[in-house]
T-cell receptor, first 111, second 114 residues
């Protein structure tokens, strides 16, 4: 069974700090990696995707990928209370159509 | 904007009933998916479809079936609902292209089986 592992949290950071969310995956052949944000009672929405080793930045969000270590992370700079949500790491199965999700990390940003 | 519409936000059914969950997307996406989400377990794939009339089992297909008669519509069927099928059900779609595997989710259906 291919797996995606995340620390369930909760992760609590003060407003303005950097939040660091981490994820490891077991499918060494995976090529596509995603971060979804899910507010309480809402459905997940895609906030970042990354295909190549290294960093990808989009506004306050940076996704980092290290395929050798099978490790993906999401950094949120200048965290805001509105960033409080559950963040789901997702990995596309190699050679298939399936996306495998981690259980999510709950983030609280304290004002 | 991509829109994925699930027919019901909340649904209450009795054990043994046949339950239909409907999902419609308006972006001509090839792929459609049904997930269930339970606390602490994350999203688990029930079934997916990559074309009309095509279906593939996901990780937890037992007790479920699906139907995709038209490209825009993907239905999840609980043949005989049981209490352990109480969950949040999420439909998603994605285009087929290699670099566009991003999932677009509907708003979810919270199903309670009593």
């Amino acid at each position: 069974q291919k797996e995606v592992e995340q620390n369930s949290g909760p992760l609590s950071v003060p407003e303005g700090a950097i939040a660091s969310l981490n994820c490891t995956y077991s499918d060494r052949g995976s090529q596509s990696f995603f971060w979804y944000r899910q507010y309480s009672g809402k459905s997940p929405e895609l906030i970042m995707f990354i295909y190549s080793n290294g960093d990808k930045e989009d506004g306050r969000f940076t996704a980092q990928l290290n395929k050798a270590s099978q490790y993906v992370s999401l950094l949120i700079r200048d965290s805001q209370p509105s960033d409080s949500a559950t963040y789901l790491c997702a990995v596309n199965e190699s050679g298939g159509f399936k996306t495998i999700f981690g259980a999510g990390t709950r983030l609280f940003v304290k004002a | 904007d991509v829109k994925v519409t699930q027919s019901s936000r909340y649904l209450v059914k009795r054990t043994g009933e046949k339950v239909f969950l409907e999902c419609v997307q308006d972006m001509d996406h090839e792929n459609m998916f049904w997930y269930r989400q339970d606390p602490g377990l994350g999203l688990r794939l029930i079934y997916f479809s990559y074309d009309v009339k095509m279906k593939e089992k996901g990780d937890i297909p037992e007790g479920y079936s699906v139907s995709r008669e038209k490209k825009e519509r993907f239905s999840l069927i609980l043949e005989s609902a049981s209490t352990n099928q109480t969950s949040m059900y999420l439909c998603a779609s994605s285009p087929l292209a290699r670099d566009n595997e991003k999932l677009f989710f509907g708003s979810g259906t919270q199903l309670s089986v009593l």
